[in-house]
């Protein structure tokens, strides 16, 4: 069964929890820590966490009553894998406009020379 992709797009579409994420790719933190960087409230914040957390982009782990979060750089990869396709999509219709290109300035090339450039 493929992987579901919809919690992880979930929490990237919010620029707020994308702003969170860089944080907490640099350093694990409270919910505290997180919302002084934010105009918002620790429930707010705490929010975000979860949504986050469902999407598998952070991990969470308690240090005596405090929750500790950090980016779950592991849970990126099917969001990277799933992307890595469209840059392999748009590398080949690059490649196949510059050979047209190519071949419409000089169309005494084969397509081979053009390949070999």
């Known amino acids: 069964m493929p ?15 994308r702003d969170i994420l860089r944080l907490l790719g640099a350093q694990e933190m409270s919910v ?3 919302a002084q960087h934010f105009d918002m ?10 949504v986050l957390d469902e999407g598998g982009l952070i991990t969470t782990r308690k240090r005596g009553r405090e929750r500790l979060n950090r980016l779950n750089a592991e849970g990126l990869r099917p969001v990277v894998d799933w992307l890595s396709w469209f840059d392999q999509f748009w ?7 510059k ?6 300035e000089d169309p005494n090339l084969t397509p081979k020379e053009t390949e070999d450039d």
């Open 3 to 17: 992987f579901d992709l919809q919690p992880s797009f979930r929490a990237l579409s919010d620029p707020s929890r």
């Open 32 to 34: 505290a820590d997180v």
């Open 99 to 104: 050979a047209a290109i190519e071949e419409i």
């Open 41 to 50: 409230t620790r429930a707010a914040v705490k929010k975000h966490l979860n």
């Open 91 to 97: 590398d080949q219709r690059l490649d196949a406009l």
